[in-house]
């Protein structure tokens, strides 16, 4: 097939590197426009462009797929390919009717979460905020509406009780180029399934914010572990930010005290709001690189009833 692929991030380019050894022609990749980055504001190439570049693959940068004249110039690009598919990974733009229904086979979606639940632009770090067991990757076919297509194929993986973030994205990144692969063979085949979603069991996970990092210790400790597994968590140790990257739940009730207070000033532990303690295992104190906490407490001394927050 002659295939258009539209994405920008990292979490794309095993999608990309999978439609570059399917055999299938790649005959345009469309991604978001380069952003200055550092001291310097130096133009960096998102994670796609890269990758796309090291195949020799055009790339197209519109700022705008639905005005413009950016929006134009680009709808006559894709007339001119006359793709048979397009496939799209987080590309961080919306497609318009007129380009959902110009390829032949439409346009398909790799979305990181088992649809319907969580639509949106974050569902990884919401089945981790949510302190959810399961995800997956689901391809569908993409509609006017926002991640509401029917649906292709489905895989699933457990999420472990420590795993963060960064960890499951990797994952998810990954598996999104093995139920590509699985989706464009079912296509060439004919024997997909489309099957509609159920609106009633969607739910959505909205942009993340970064007020949204604060830990407030007078929580559960499950709902602590989970924004720093899900989005890292930040808090204040004498009047100074703290990243925090990495946790554990220790499986033991807290003695008697106050939420936030170090209750193990050894091993980073702190009370939370139900009694439970939660252990610190990757920071970053302010100014300074992140590290792991027993590197942190060879410089840092810790005070037994300390308060964070």
């Known amino acids: 097939m002659k295939i258009v692929f539209m994405g920008t991030p990292d979490f794309a380019v095993p999608c990309l590197r999978a439609l570059a050894g399917s055999g299938h022609e790649v005959a345009a990749v469309f991604t978001q426009p380069d952003k200055p980055k550092g001291r310097g504001y130096k133009m960096i190439p998102t994670p796609v462009k890269a990758a796309a570049e090291e195949y020799g693959y055009k790339v197209y940068q519109p700022l705008s797929l639905r005005k413009g004249d950016d929006a134009e110039e680009a709808m006559k690009i894709l007339k001119d390919i006359a793709p048979e598919?397009?496939?799209?990974?987080?590309?961080?733009?919306?497609?318009?009717?007129?380009?959902?229904?110009?390829?032949?086979?439409?346009?398909?979606?790799?979305?990181?979460?088992?649809?319907?639940?969580?639509?949106?632009?974050?569902?990884?770090?919401?089945?981790?905020?949510?302190?959810?067991?399961?995800?997956?990757?689901t391809s569908m076919q993409m509609s006017e509406g926002l991640d509401t297509g029917d649906m292709l194929i489905?895989?699933?993986?457990?999420?472990?009780?420590?795993?963060?973030?960064?960890?499951?994205?990797?994952?998810?990144?990954?598996?999104?180029?093995?139920?590509?692969?699985?989706?464009?063979?079912?296509?060439?085949?004919?024997?997909?399934?489309?099957?509609?979603?159920?609106?009633?069991?969607?739910?959505?996970?909205?942009?993340?914010?970064?007020?949204?990092?604060?830990?407030?210790?007078?929580?559960?400790v499950q709902k602590i572990h989970n924004t720093i597994r899900g989005i890292t968590g930040f808090t204040m140790l004498e009047g100074k930010r703290l990243k925090v990257f990495r946790s554990e739940i220790l499986d033991k009730i807290a003695p008697d005290g106050e939420a936030g207070e170090i209750i193990d000033e050894k091993n980073f532990t702190v009370r939370c709001g139900d009694g439970g303690q939660i252990r610190f295992l990757e920071v970053q104190p302010e100014g300074k690189k992140r590290m792991k906490t027993e590197d942190f407490l060879r410089g840092k001394k810790l005070a037994k009833g300390e308060k964070l927050g």
């Not at 790799?110 to 990884?124: D, N």
């Open 85 to 137: 598919l397009i496939v799209v990974t987080a590309y961080g733009q919306i497609l318009p009717k007129e380009i959902l229904e110009l390829p032949k086979y439409g346009c398909i979606n790799i979305h990181a979460s088992l649809l319907p639940k969580y639509r949106g632009a974050a569902p990884i770090n919401w089945v981790l905020l949510n302190g959810e067991t399961q995800t997956g990757v």
């Open 154 to 220: 489905k895989r699933s993986t457990d999420i472990g009780a420590n795993e963060t973030y960064e960890e499951l994205y990797s994952r998810l990144s990954d598996m999104g180029g093995e139920v590509l692969l699985e989706t464009l063979d079912s296509i060439e085949r004919g024997d997909l399934a489309p099957e509609k979603q159920d609106d009633s069991l969607s739910c959505y996970s909205p942009m993340i914010t970064k007020d949204m990092s604060a830990l407030d210790f007078s929580q559960p």
